[in-house]
Structure formats: C-alpha cells, structure tokens
C-alpha cells in the first residue's frame, strides 16, 4: 500500500488535477492534510481547500518542496517553463509523475537533475467518479517500487495498466481522450428518444445507463463485444435496424479516426 502518510502535490489544478485529488481523497489512500495543490488561478485553489481540505499555494516551489510525490497536471504547453522553474528544488527523493499528454519521458529526464525518478500516466477525467483508464510507463530511473506507487495511486482512482512508452500516445487517444468520445455518443442517442417523444431528463438517464451498462457487462463477463452484441439483435427484429443505421453511417471507422487522430496530436505535441 502507499504509505498513508506520504505527501503528494499536484502542479497544475485544472481539470485533470482536481479530479485526480477528488479520486484519491475519496480512495483514501492519502490524508487531506497531506495532498497539495498549487496552481497560478486562485480561485480553482481556494475550491479545492473548501471542498477537500487540502494544502494550497500559488508558488509551485511550495508544493515541490513539501512533497514526496509530485503529480505534474499542467498542459503540455506549460511544462517546459514549470520544469525549468521547479528542477532546483527537485531532490533525489521525490518521485514526479507526469499526466501531461505527448511528453516523452527523455524530456523530464533531460530536463530536471541527474537520475530524476519520473513515471509517466496517462488517466483520464473519470478519476472523479473513480473510474478512470490509465496507462502508466515508467521513466530510465524509476523503481519497481515506484512503479508500485503509481499503480496502486491510479488502481485507486480506476483501472491502471502498465504501458510500454511507446504506447502512451496511444492510450492518450483511446482511453485519456475517450470520453469525450463517448459523452456525444450518449447525448446524440437521447437526442433520438427526444424526437421520438421522451422527454429530455429520461433519455439522458436511459442513455448514459445504457453506455455504462453495456461496458460493465464486457468487463464484467469477458466477453467478446460481437458477441454481446449479437445477443441483443434478434433476427428481423429493432436493434438490428439500429445496427444497419450505424454502419451506414460508417460509425466503426469514425471511431477509429478519433482514436488514430488523438493519438497522431499526442505524438505531435510531444515533438514540440
Ligand atoms: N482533461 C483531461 O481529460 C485530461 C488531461 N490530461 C493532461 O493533464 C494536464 C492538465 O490538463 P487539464 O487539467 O485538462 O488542463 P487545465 O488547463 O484544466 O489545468 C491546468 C492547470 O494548470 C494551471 N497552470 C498553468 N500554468 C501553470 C504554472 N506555471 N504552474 C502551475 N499551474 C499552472 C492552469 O491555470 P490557467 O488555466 O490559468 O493557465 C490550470 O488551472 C495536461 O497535460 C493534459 O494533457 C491527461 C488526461 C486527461
Ligand atoms: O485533450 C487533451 O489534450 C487531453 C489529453 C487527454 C485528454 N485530454
């Protein structure tokens, strides 16, 4: 288990990051007082000690220096100007994880002191509800005690799998993109019950049910999603019609362009 006592900081509060903290106060792995955050936008700061009584500051050195473990949240974009300003307080003891999508681990190596022990993770916003999908790989220097570090923070907040580096983009575009692939997927299907007459609330719920029943039930039994699939559709019956409709549409090869196309500007953003 992480030790209940360690600290863990959080560079960069946005989005990623507060649910991250959300997660992993709620997995209790932590203590509160013992998660900090820094950020430069006050305000996301001054929630997140309301809502989860964490350690705040707007001095990301702060954070560095009162951390064992740093969880860097800022946008790729960012990353470089943070690492350059944070690398004198980064000491042989501290871990730093990086959920920043693209950055090739080589880059925190180079970046900060000499045998830095970095791990890179690629989760994804359902960490809120504890349910993220996260890839992680580790960096030249980490340990396989590190690793277990890792793994056991992001199990704690969903499902977490060892990735070789050169599958990080990838999980990037599949699992640390995904739902915003799959929110409209859930909106455009309650759409449909909407012009057929359900009223609005109603169809969200059957919907986004529908989404959530229908991937438990594949984690759930293993099986193959054709399969679970063809169990639906009864000979001349209603989902097959659906089924037809999708694949008029070329539905299946839309989400692959997704996937390929997130993981193309992962790759991409991680040549800058
Ligand atoms: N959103 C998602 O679903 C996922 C995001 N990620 C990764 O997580 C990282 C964060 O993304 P996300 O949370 O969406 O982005 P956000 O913009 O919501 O969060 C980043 C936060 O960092 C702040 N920030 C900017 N500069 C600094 C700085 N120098 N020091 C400290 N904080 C700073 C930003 O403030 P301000 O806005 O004022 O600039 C912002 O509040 C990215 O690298 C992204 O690739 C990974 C998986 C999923
Ligand atoms: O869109 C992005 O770049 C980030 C990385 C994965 C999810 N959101």
Redesign the pocket.
């Known amino acids: 288990m992480v030790d209940y006592n360690r600290k863990i900081g959080f ?7 507060s649910a991250l903290m959300q997660g992993i106060i709620k997995a209790e792995i932590v203590k509160p007082e013992n998660l900090g955050a ?4 006050e305000p ?1 700061l001054n929630d997140l000690k309301a809502k989860l009584g964490i350690n705040i500051s707007t001095d ?1 050195s702060v954070i560095v220096k009162a951390s064992d473990i740093l969880i860097l ?4 974009q ?1 990353l470089g ?2 690492l350059e300003n944070l690398k004198a307080y980064i000491t042989s003891d501290k871990l730093i994880i990086s ?3 693209g950055v090739p681990l080589a880059t925190y190596e180079n970046a900060l002191p000499a045998g830095t022990r970095v791990i890179r993770v ?4 359902a960490a809120t509800v504890s349910e993220a999908a996260s890839g992680i790989a580790p960096g030249k220097y980490a340990t396989s005690e590190d690793m277990k570090t890792a793994l056991e923070i992001f199990s704690a907040v969903g499902t977490a799998v060892q990735e070789p580096e050169s599958l990080m983009d990838v999980v990037t575009g599949l699992s ?1 993109s995904g739902p915003a692939f799959i929110f409209p997927v859930i909106e455009a299907m309650a759409d449909g019950a909407v012009l057929e007459g359900m009223d609005r609330k109603s169809a969200l719920t059957l919907s986004a049910q529908t989404v959530l029943g229908a991937a438990k039930m594949m984690l759930e039994t293993g099986m193959h999603p054709g399969e679970l699939k063809d169990m639906v559709t009864s000979p001349a019956g209603t989902t097959i019609q659906g089924v037809h409709a999708l694949e008029e549409a070329g539905v299946r090869a839309a989400f692959m362009n997704a996937v390929i196309r997130a993981t193309e500007r992962s790759k991409e953003l991680g040549k800058k």
Request: aromatic share 8%; charged share 10%; no cysteine.
């Open positions: 560079i960069g509060a946005g989005k990623m990051g820094s950020d430069v936008y996301f990301n949240a800022v946008k790729p960012t100007s943070v959920i920043a999508a690629m989760p994804n916003i640390g």
